[in-house]
């Protein structure tokens, strides 16, 4: 029997980064003390707020099929929400509830590209961004973030990527995995080419409230970019609870019409009681908001100052997110066996980046989301290990 051709195209890579995940799992299930730095999963309590509502809707028996796009209120929070921050008019039929960011991009590229087109996506990319341009048909077209620029884009080398089949450039800031939050003329010489080259601009803003070194820039923000603009984003970071599934696109009215044809195909609406859950936290930014993102930047701080004494290896402190970028060429040791062996030897599992392209290779993403005890833990341990196979 023969599947579709979409199958192939969406078939996993980077099976070696999430074998470590997979060990490390084995390992802890076994009873080792297994430091777990691979995934993006808050260790922090979701606010009390959100709890409480959630469990409330639920008394309430908010269980049935819902608003497939959101319910009004939902989607008229959200808009409050993105003009409040962007200054620019939004209002609730630019706004499409979806299952979590990962859902919210998968449905947008659905709508934005297709067999023929190209996506541009500045690399090292998530490495989900692949198979879900894959699946809508389009080509993946990646431009470097060179460390020597500190991983910020190169307007240019972006420019001179665009081709008649260019359909979307599709941007993440704070960056995943690098750290870095693209400045304000960054974003604008972006938007300024979409505008030019009649581009959608895709921008991935999952981490907005994760910015440490300078303020996130929305291209909603920026003038003539609300036809052009799609913002996917959520609360699964910013507010501990990925869980939920309960994220956001936000772009011109006529893709949210499109959008509610394909979420009829897909999931039938987001669940109710999660909707109503979700509403503290949109309606005002929380307390816990901020305390997750000064604890985040410490977490960076602290652990990059560890680091920095692992020989042969090379620190850049994220300017954002959740995440520490580790250079390890320096050690000669290709980035999946450094923590295959890290794992084995100090029970510290973090993800080899060779599969989010190229510019990442020989680089380790260390996730911020354990205490800061365990944290600094870890990091005496890979400093351990990296003066073990330096000698």
Known sequence: MRFSPMVD???????????????AARLRDQGQDV????????????????????IDALRRHRTGYSSIIGYPK??????????????????????????????????????????GDEVIVPEPIYNTYAPVIAASGARLVTVPLRAERGFHPDLEAIAAAVTPRTRVIWINSPHNPTGVVFTADEVAGIAELCRRRDLWLLSDEVYEDLAFARPHVSPWSL??????????????????????????????????????????????????????????????????????????RHRAGMLSEILAEAPNCRVTRPEGGMFVLMDIRGT??????????????????????DSF??????????????????????????VRFAQSIAG
């Open 9 to 23: 195209r969406i078939a996993a890579r980077g099976a070696d980064a999430w074998s470590i995940h997979m060990e």
């Open 35 to 54: 430091i777990f730095l691979t995934v993006g999963d808050p260790d922090q309590a979701p606010p009390a707020p959100v709890i409480d509502a959630t």
């Open 74 to 115: 939902v989607r008229e929070a959200i808009a409050a929400r993105v003009q409040r921050r962007t200054g620019r008019r939004c209002r609730a039929d630019n706004v499409v509830v979806t299952p979590g960011a990962q859902g919210g991009v998968y449905c947008a590229l659905q709508c934005l590209a297709g067999p």
């Open 223 to 296: 003038p003539d970019m609300a036809e052009r603009t799609v913002i996917v984003s959520s609360l699964s970071k910013s507010h501990a609870m990925p869980g939920f599934r309960f994220g956001w696109i936000v772009g011109p009215p006529a893709l949210s019409a499109h959008l509610f044809e394909l979420l009829v195909a897909m999931i039938y609406g987001s669940p109710a009681f999660i909707q109503d859950g979700v509403m503290p936290a949109l309606e005002a930014d929380l307390p816990e908001m901020a305390a997750l993102r000064e604890a985040y």
């Open 332 to 353: 000669g040791i290709a980035s999946a066996a450094f923590a295959r062996d890290l794992l084995m030897r100090e029970h510290v599992a973090v993800l080899p980046c």
């Open 357 to 382: 392209g190229p510019s990442a290779a020989g680089h380790l993403r260390i996730s911020l989301t354990a205490a800061e005890p365990r944290l600094a833990e870890a990091g005496h341990r890979i």
